[in-house]
């Protein structure tokens, strides 16, 4: 089995295969590229995010979940912004500011998995990142149409503006993102280890700027979390045990739902993932990505993460952005106390058969990634699609009584939801709306286009 990775730009994916090539472990590969991509992928994802991962350990066969999401703090929070934030010809009210910090859990995820299945030292994992802070990376033109298009209310706030609309000019696409602070932030990282972001440098400078801005984490949220390891709820799907997140995922509730899509004409089988995906409630921006990883030796890593919309405030001196996890109200189910993660529709899945590792897959996305895992997934598990094509493939998502669809999404089938008395809206073009799906598997990698994704093999 050769090595390789599916991400969410370029510069992430060529920094896992940089670690499988010099004989890391997927843990590894996964842990240096997701840092990378707190700095490639800013856009998404930060160190001060949440996530999840899932891991296959080829030599025990055994599949973990790890939690390392946000986190409610103890503190009381007093500053909650509202901004209106144009979202698809709508505009969507949002909660944002130092109150909708929540405690972040990636760097204590990453550590956790690096302890658990890594190989390489800590501080060469950090060198990627590190590089790359220096550098600057070049924004795709999907991540500047989400700038564009969604974001840029809340990252040009405060200390955004000079990194995301230097002069007053927005960035656009190829333009260079520098935030300079990140070089002390993983240089932090690279001496402290994750401890820097709970009992370190990085904490010290976290409890100042709550305290003076009105945020809830408080040192004592910090210094307590910890990541959580446990079993992945197991569903059958095509022959495959498919390993993945309970929750507000809805992943494993869905999957038995499908028929056998294998054969199906179109237009029946457009229908059919709609009536099985059923629809959503809410609908509302995130800024997320995903990566896989597949070593050598069969280890398989799928990992999540997340900011949320992002608070509007930055760490001063590091220049890393706060989550905005509290102010996305629809995570939250009953009465939140200290230290009770944040729900998530995050979702990475590992699905195996009597041979082994098949598929490894997660999305961003939000209620939409349901519908592009899912989708996905039963291209290439059920309908024998080779992976790329299976992510490239026009996508469709429902959301209450409208149907978003691709470009490419059979007509006919439109046609017959427009009778049944749904609004369908045809997109002129793909979109990352419609999620940002990697994989890795026994059939080859693939990453999402909608999002400017790539894959890179050793």
């Not at 999404?409 to 997109?427: K, T």
């Amino acid at each position: 089995m050769s090595g390789s990775i599916a991400a969410g730009h370029d510069a992430t994916a060529q920094v896992g295969a940089e670690i499988l090539a010099e004989g890391g472990t997927a843990a590894d590969a996964a842990v240096a590229a997701s840092l990378a991509s707190c700095v490639a992928e800013t856009a998404m994802t930060g160190l001060l995010s949440g996530g999840f991962a899932i891991y296959f350990e080829a030599a025990t066969r055994c599949v973990r979940n790890l939690d390392c999401f946000v986190a409610v703090p103890s503190g009381p929070g007093n500053v909650l912004i509202e901004v209106d934030v144009p979202f698809w010809g709508e505009s969507v009210p949002y909660l944002v500011g130092p109150a909708s910090f929540g405690i972040p859990g990636l760097a204590a995820g990453l550590d956790a998995l690096w302890r658990s299945y890594g190989r390489l030292p800590w501080a060469r994992l950090c060198e990627p990142a590190l590089r790359l802070a220096h550098s600057g990376v070049e924004l795709p033109p999907a991540h500047a149409v989400c700038l564009r298009e969604t974001l840029a209310p809340v990252y040009t706030m405060n200390e955004g503006a000079r990194f995301y609309s230097p002069g007053g000019k927005l960035l656009g696409p190829g333009d260079l993102v520098r935030l300079p602070g990140l070089v002390n932030a993983f240089e932090a990282l690279q001496e402290e280890g994750a401890k820097s972001v709970y009992r370190g440098t990085i904490a010290a400078r976290i409890v100042e700027l709550m305290e003076t801005r009105g945020g809830a984490v408080t040192a004592g949220d910090l210094a307590a979390y910890e990541p959580l390891w446990s079993d992945p709820v197991e569903v059958g799907y095509c022959g495959t045990r498919f390993h993945t997140r309970a929750g507000l995922s809805a992943v494993p509730e869905t999957l038995p739902l499908l028929p056998p899509l294998r054969g199906l004409g179109e237009r029946a089988r457009v229908l059919a993932l709609l009536e099985a995906l059923g629809t959503t409630a809410y609908d509302v921006p995130e800024h997320t990505t995903n990566l896989c990883v597949a070593d050598p030796d069969g280890n398989v890593c799928v990992l999540t993460s997340s900011l949320g919309l992002c608070s509007g405030d930055w760490l001063p001196g590091f220049d890393l952005h706060l989550n905005s996890i509290l102010g996305e109200k629809y995570l939250m189910r009953g009465e939140p106390r200290p230290g009770q993660r944040m729900g998530s529709m995050m979702a990475p899945s590992i699905a195996l058969d009597e041979d082994g590792f098949v598929l490894g897959i997660g999305s961003a996305g939000a209620a939409r990634l349901r519908t592009a895992i899912v989708g996905v997934s039963a291209g290439v598990l059920d309908e024998g699609v080779e992976p790329q094509a299976s992510v490239d493939r026009p996508r469709f998502h429902r959301e209450q009584d409208a149907v978003n669809a691709e470009p490419g999404v059979e007509e006919s089938a439109l046609d017959e939801l427009e009778r049944r008395g749904l609004e369908v809206r045809r997109w002129p073009e793909p979109n990352y709306y419609f999620g940002g799906v990697s994989l890795v598997s026994r059939f080859g990698a693939a990453a999402d286009p909608r999002r400017n994704g790539a894959v890179a093999v050793i």
